[in-house]
């Protein structure tokens, strides 16, 4: 029997169908590129036919990448309040769903290039498929059989998405599927030896990055249509009667917390205690014109002045992540921020750290400016509502823990931070993976940093 509706999600107080999921990360992705095009190109040096493709790319990635979860596994794993085994992943049923119906990738005008990039945006965008246990086929799955609703109404609903953004005909007609899953279900590895693909049809599909211009769009890619996902699965899809926020607000948001001269202006001053500026601080405002700077100076030598010196030039319109080796040490460093209404401890302990200083942060406040105050007060209550208590593990799951830290850094305009909360971006951790937008318009201070 066919689902009236497929879910993308559990269903709940949201409209958590696949359409309506899609539609968010479509206009989340639209978001992205809507605020933070330059920023971009700025980032990571690309030419305009570079940037072209990278949206191209994320567009038709964020409209497919949930379609292979209209399958009767995942359907019922989602309905029920007890866990039930798939036999295979959503986002690589996605690329077998591609793989028997070839027309939708011709209808879309992919170039080759485009198309090996929406591929590996998909089945990546859960960073799983080096996990073989997950991305194969499941052959101990309690059900013994699956339907795939391809020619459900609501997939036709998501390609409708792609039609009318980029003025296409009419989609393919797609039908649905239903097959047995027996122990000889075919198994076989990309090029790299890394992913088990669950039919040889996929496989030409998942055609290995060639160049580095093709892997570093592959990159970019992934992590802007992560992020696109990440927030939309916050925002995107409540009811009208509950929506206080769209995905485009939402990056408007994090777009307008930028920093400003002054605010590093008003720091300095406060680290100079009334002393004359020393002549290597200083030059801290021509150093910050360079990409990367190195500074080499002993234990209360004025280190901290000159990189909020440096953060004056460096970080003007931009966020700063100000990276200390510890917990302990990015508390007590964060206190040169607490006058900003916009600061945000980003560690395991922050949120004990800043319940503790609240007081001190408070006075400091007020001592800055009474209105930076009230701005304390409504971000702090925008923080506590939107993110539950990361050490509440009996009903947090791993994505909600990422989730916290990615949306602390996308609301933050000035953050202290642990380096592993950093570095984690090329550890592919799913916050950062979240909060890609906020690591791209980011200028990074690592204090501390020994031989």
Known sequence: MTPVKLYAKKPGSRDETIPAHTKSVFEA?????????????????LSEEDFQTLKKVCIVASILHDIGKANSHFLKQILSDKFVRQAIRHEVMTIWILSKFPDVLKWLNLSETEEKLV??????????????????????ALEKEMTVYCGHEDIRQCLMIAKEYFGLPDPPVLKNLHFKITADMPFDEDDDGNIRIINKTVQPLLKKLTSDEERNLGNICLDLVMCADGIASGFGEKPASEKSMSCREYFG??????????????????GLKGNKIK???????RAGKNRATLLISGTGSGKTVFSYVWAGVAAEGMKLFFNYPTTGTATEGGKYMWHLADYVLLHSKWMN?????????????????????????????AVTEAKASPFDK?????????MIYGKGRMLGKVMATT???????????KSNKYSSIAMMIGAQIFDEVHS
Do not use: P
């Open 29 to 45: 992705t639209l978001a992205i590129f809507e605020f933070f095009e330059n920023d971009i190109k700025k980032c990571f040096g």
């Open 119 to 140: 591929v590996r945006t998909i089945v990546n965008h859960h960073i799983k498929v080096s996990n073989h246990s997950e991305c194969g086929w499941n052959t101990e």
């Open 253 to 270: 948001l994090v777009n307008a917390k930028r920093c400003k001269k002054e605010e590093f202006d008003y720091i300095v001053a406060k």
């Open 279 to 285: 002549r290597f601080q200083k030059a801290g405002r």
């Open 353 to 381: 750290d800043m319940e503790t200083t609240k007081v001190e942060r408070e006075k400091v406040m007020a001592a800055y400016a009474k209105e930076e105050e009230e701005r304390l007060e409504k971000i702090d209550e």
């Open 394 to 402: 009996n009903e947090k799951s791993n994505d909600d823990y990422a």
């Open 419 to 429: 380096l592993d909360q950093t570095f984690g971006h090329v550890q592919h951790w």
